[in-house]
Each structure stands twice: as structure tokens, then as C-alpha cells.
């Protein structure tokens, strides 16, 4: 049995130091190439492919992952580990029985109870990191008021001439040492009348007194006080959490209702301006193609291809509906001209400080999800993204981060195919605009030839003039596109450098530890 057990504590040791191991290259893997795959839910997938150039670069990554106090601390486990296998092997059975050894086995155990989940612990250890502080001073008082009893109690019984003979009474009031320990044991209740009723067999008439309110004020009153603050602290945390549960929940319904608010205002303003383009003449509808309304023209061009942009409802087909009904059925998008009227609302930035969210940070928050510029970001993906922001990194923001690169790249693939149709359709545009010939009619007075052709040749450069003009209007559109496709490209390989995107059909979103063929 004594065999099988080294054997087991063997194996583990070397288990252990494999997990270590895998945390490096898989902390690696994940922060410096940003690769996600993983090989039966625990092993990276960079780790078969590791080269020499490699090795040396973990390597190399081992100092910052040595900063994390809990993989220092897994280290001295695994190391103290080895130390008792060791001795196992090697060391004489009368040594493994030494106190200090047997303290190492239960230091051992450490490893294990760290590895096991305490989520209900976690309130209860951080009520007692909070109360350190008024534990220390409730500690200081009792060993003043303790030290002092215990003066008195030598000065006048343990020096008395009538105790010197019973050694019992100077075994436990003749030295400072000896008082202090018989007090701690009376503040405790232990045997606590034996001493008081040794005392007054003495004639000792008023120490029995001082020791019955030293166990009063000791007893009853620091030792419950230290019980209740460490009860209190784990009381508030787990109040402190409900309240912040509670704040979100109210932080959304606040949203929610400044949302439909915005959405009143804003339908009346959309209604009036669909009015007057329907109401304007065909030439001033020519405006919106100049320099300065490119860009909405370029993003309205651009998102004409996705229904969820476009509803097939004009915004004319009932102007009695409500719109905050609009706003829940429509498209539960916050757009930057809501974001700004929202953080300007005095309820919504109470509930953002109590949240523990400042208006920055939510504004941030915007700015981030609506980083690929889709002129609005859901309700609940914004609600998601501040809850993100106050709590701890979890596993699942990572395959959510996994499913929204996918679908960047699979957005990607479709506005790249979008924006060669439009090139394609504006060099046919050019074509056309080639094969254009310009003539003019002659008055049939005029028979100079001289005048004739003067008159050709004004009207031939005022065409050109204009067609060299719309020209250079579709060159520069044609620029500034390529200019949003390369910005667009940036973005997606700084956010996945080594992304590509394998041919055929590939599903939106994959598990994280998938198998199939998929994002790489």
C-alpha cells in the first residue's frame, strides 16, 4: 500500500508540473498570437506546432507570467511537492514522522483546495479582508485591558504575604506571563469561577469583583464585538452584491425608457425630413451627391444590401404610430446622437455612479462594439458591454470575442463583394460616358462658316466641362471607397493578424473547442 501511494503521489507531481506548463504556452498562445483553438478542451494547439524559434520565445514570455502571485504560489506547492516525494524515496521512516514534514503534506493540500471552485466562500473571505482593520484594534484593546488586570492581579495577589505559600495562586498570578494566559482562559469562560472563588478563599474581597467584570468586558463584550464585525462584513458583501444586481436591473429599465423618450423626439424629426425630401424637386435631390454628403451617401450605398438597415415600411405609412413602439420593434439600436442626449440625462448618471460606471467609461463602451462604424449598437449588446466593463473577465467573453471575429470576417467577405460590384458598375458608368457624342443645332440664318463654328466649339467645352466635372465626382467616390475598404482591412488585421477565412460554406458561430472547419 505504502508503494502505491508514492506511486500516486509520483504521478501527481509530475501531473502538476505538466499543468504549469500548459499555462504558459496556452497564456501565450492566447496574449501574444491571439489563437483561440484548443485540442480536447486543455490542450493549445500551438503546442504541436512549436519550433525551436518558438520554445525561445515561451521562454521569453515565462517573466510575465511569473508576475501572477497565484502561479507563483501553484510553484512553491509543485516544488514542495517534489520535496516530500523525495523524501519519500530517500529519507529514513523516523525523519518522514518529524512535525515539520508532516506540516509540508498538509501544505501539499493546498494545490488541491485551490483547483476546487468556492464560490460561496468567496463573501465570507472577503468580509474577513475587509474587517482585518477592526479585527487588529478590537485584538489591541483586549490586550490592554488584559495587561493591565494582570498587573494588578501580581501587584496584589500574586505579592500578597498570604499566597506566597500556596503554589498553585503563584503559578498562575506570581508572573506577568502566567497572569496574562489565566486571563485570556477566564475571557473565555473556561474554568473561569475555579480562579475567581481561588481567589476569594484569599480574603481577597475586591479582586473577585475586578475579575468578574474583566470576564463581563472580555468576554461578552470584545470577543462577541470581533464575532459581529466578521458577521457584518460578510453581510454587507452579500448585500453590496444584491444592490449591484439591483442597480443594473435599474440602469436597463432606465435606459430603456430614455431610449423610447429619444426615439419620440427624433421620430417627429425623421418624419418632417422624409417630407421634405418627398416634397423637394427632382434637381435639389442632385445634392446629395456632392462633395460633402458623399459620406452618407457611400454608407447608405453601402448597407442597401442588408434588410435589418432598410425596412420595407416607409417611414410615411403611419405617422399616428408611436414611436417608442418603433423604437422596441424597429431595430433596438442606440445611434450616436441618442448616446449623447443619454449620458446628458441626470438619471441615467446617478444610476451609472451607483453602478460604479462613469459616463466615459459607457461612452467607451459605445465606441468599442460600434468600432466597424455601423452607425448604432443594440440595447442589450450595450447593457452587456457596461455589465462587462464592472465585472472580472469570464470564459464566455472570450467565445463571445471568438463569434464577433467571425462574423467581422463573414461582414468583411460581403462588403468586399459589394464594393467590386459598385467598381465594376462605375467603370461601365465610364464606358457609356465614353461612347457619349455631343451635337448642337446650328441656326439656319447664320451661314458664316467662322460663326458655325464658334458656336460648335462653345458648346462642345461647356459638355466637356460638365463631363469632366462628374468625372472627377466618380473618381474621387471611387477613392474615398478604397479609402474605407483599406480602413476596414486595417481594423480586421489588427484585431486578428493571423485570420484567414477557409473557403466554402462555414457557420456563423462555432463552438470554441470545435473540430470543424471554421475560423482559424
Known sequence: IGSLLTAVDVSFAFIFSFELVLRVVTSYQVEVIHLLRMKLAVWPEFLGRMGDRERSAVFWYLPRILRDPVYVFDIVVVMVHYVLVVMDLFVQDDLRQHGAIILLQCFKLLRFLRLVPARHLEPLITGLSQMLQNFFWSGVMLMILTYTVAIMMIQVVGKDDSAADDAEMQAHWARIGSAIETLLQICTFSEWTLYINQVQERNFRAMPVVLAIFAAIAGLAIMNMITGVIVHSAFAVLNLADKREKRLIGLKNTLYETKASIFQHLHSERLTEAKRKLSAPASDGLDLYDDSNFKVATSS???????????????????????????????????????????????????????????????????????????????????????????????????????????????????????????????????????????????????????????????????????????????????????????????????????????????????????????D
Open 301 to 519: 450605398v453601402a448597407m442597401s444590401s442588408s434588410t435589418k438597415y432598410f425596412p420595407d415600411e416607409s417611414p410615411l405609412a403611419d405617422e399616428s404610430a408611436d414611436a417608442s413602439s418603433m423604437a422596441t420593434l424597429a431595430d433596438h439600436t442606440i445611434h450616436d446622437v441618442e448616446l449623447e442626449q443619454m449620458v446628458r440625462d441626470k438619471v441615467l448618471q446617478k444610476m451609472l455612479r451607483k453602478t460604479g460606471v462613469r459616463v466615459d467609461q459607457a461612452m467607451i463602451v459605445w465606441q468599442k462594439i460600434d468600432s466597424m462604424s455601423s452607425d448604432g449598437v443594440a440595447v442589450d449588446v450595450f447593457l452587456q458591454g457596461i455589465i462587462r466593463m464592472a465585472q472580472p473577465l469570464q470564459g464566455i467573453d472570450v467565445a463571445a470575442m471568438k463569434s464577433h471575429m467571425r462574423r467581422t470576417l463573414h461582414e468583411h467577405a460581403q462588403l468586399t463583394a459589394d464594393t467590386t460590384k459598385c467598381q465594376e458598375s462605375f467603370m461601365n458608368i465610364f464606358d457609356k460616358l465614353r461612347q457619349v457624342h455631343l451635337t448642337c443645332q446650328v441656326e439656319d440664318d447664320v451661314k458664316h462658316r467662322e460663326v458655325r463654328k464658334e458656336l460648335l466649339d462653345d458648346t462642345t467645352k461647356e459638355r466637356r466641362a460638365l463631363l469632366i466635372h462628374r468625372n472627377n465626382g466618380l473618381k474621387r467616390r471611387i477613392s474615398v471607397a478604397k479609402q474605407h475598404l483599406e480602413l476596414r482591412r486595417k481594423t480586421l488585421s489588427e484585431i486578428a493578424p493571423r485570420a484567414t477565412v477557409l473557403p466554402g460554406r462555414q457557420e456563423d458561430v462555432s463552438p470554441l473547442c470545435s473540430a470543424r472547419m471554421g475560423f
